[in-house]
């Protein structure tokens, strides 16, 4: 009776045996799945959670205060074929393209020449990323003293030449530029260092080469460094438009998205829509199609980044 008692408490031992041989087998994915959880968790509670759960809420109806949200089916997208919202998207286009053009062509050059033996070089490639490292408020209220239409810097100028001032703020087009300007000033420091940092990879000998068989400096650039630097101009291009699909802290502290929204951009529109008219559905509805915009992006621009390698490596 003891016997039997005591077997039917304990497990057989050929059973103990088997469970430890399986964990003995699967010990190194028993460990990483214990190390993996905890990110796993976090990930999925702060990032995917909140995608689906704005995903949900970009086909309703909800001021994020009272009631509940009401499912109103696709109408919050098609707010963006109506109203101010296409100009909103022609804004964020324009400004993302032409500051990506210009900064990238600029930044290039810039790294060409600070890639030269210069007298105080150090000193000209830490001015270069110092705006990028600045905060984006301080750099705004620059900004801001040089369009105010009373004692800015620009009025001055024209003051001093004999011009009328001008009110910058309620001019779209200058505003635009303006905000233009502003945004490569302040993020060209980036592809500077990027440029830079792949231009010393290439080796002296391949330009001393070139130029004992009489290239000159325009075939140099445009026979070596350009598609040694392919890689590297298509990363700096790619998240630059990345980049640029986002620009918010320039619009919202120069210009507030005036005037009659020729400067506002979608994340603005994105941050007004949720926290100004407490409409979350077409904010939430405004932010998949950013993620969709950038998503398509970003695929793009691996594929052309795998592409670049392969073409270099062969």
Known sequence: MTALSQSSQSPP????????????????????????????LYYLIFNVAPVLLNLGLSFTRWNGISGSPVWIGVSNYLQYLRGFYPTIIFNTALFAISTLLIQTTVA?????????????RGVHRALWYVPTLT????????????????DGVLNAILVSL?????????????????????TIWRGIGGPVV????ALQGIHRELYEAAMVDGA?????????????????????????????FQIFEAVLLISKGGPQNMTN?????????A??????????????????????FSITGMRLMQGGRVEADS
Request: hydrophobic fraction near 60%.
């Open 13 to 40: 031992t050929h059973a103990h045996s088997a469970w430890q041989r399986w964990r003995f087998r699967n010990r190194h994915a028993l460990e990483a799945w214990v190390i993996l959880t905890p990110v796993l």
């Open 108 to 120: 290039f050059f810039i790294a060409v020449l600070l890639n030269q033996k210069l007298f105080g």
């Open 135 to 150: 905060s984006a408020a301080i750099m705004a209220q620059v900004a801001v003293i040089f369009i105010s239409p009373f």
């Open 162 to 182: 004999g011009q009328k001032p001008v009110i910058w703020t309620v001019q779209g087009n200058w505003m635009r530029a303006f905000i233009i300007g502003f």
């Open 194 to 197: 990027l440029f830079l940092a």
């Open 216 to 244: 000159n400096a325009w075939q140099l650039l445009r026979r070596i460094t350009i598609p040694l630097l392919r890689p590297m101009i298509l990363f700096v291009l790619v998240t630059g438009i990345i980049g640029g």
């Open 265 to 273: 951009v979608m994340l603005l529109q994105i941050y007004n829509d």
């Open 275 to 296: 926290f100004v008219n407490t409409n979350l559905g077409v904010a939430s509805a405004g932010a998949m199609i950013m993620a969709l915009l950038l998503l398509w």
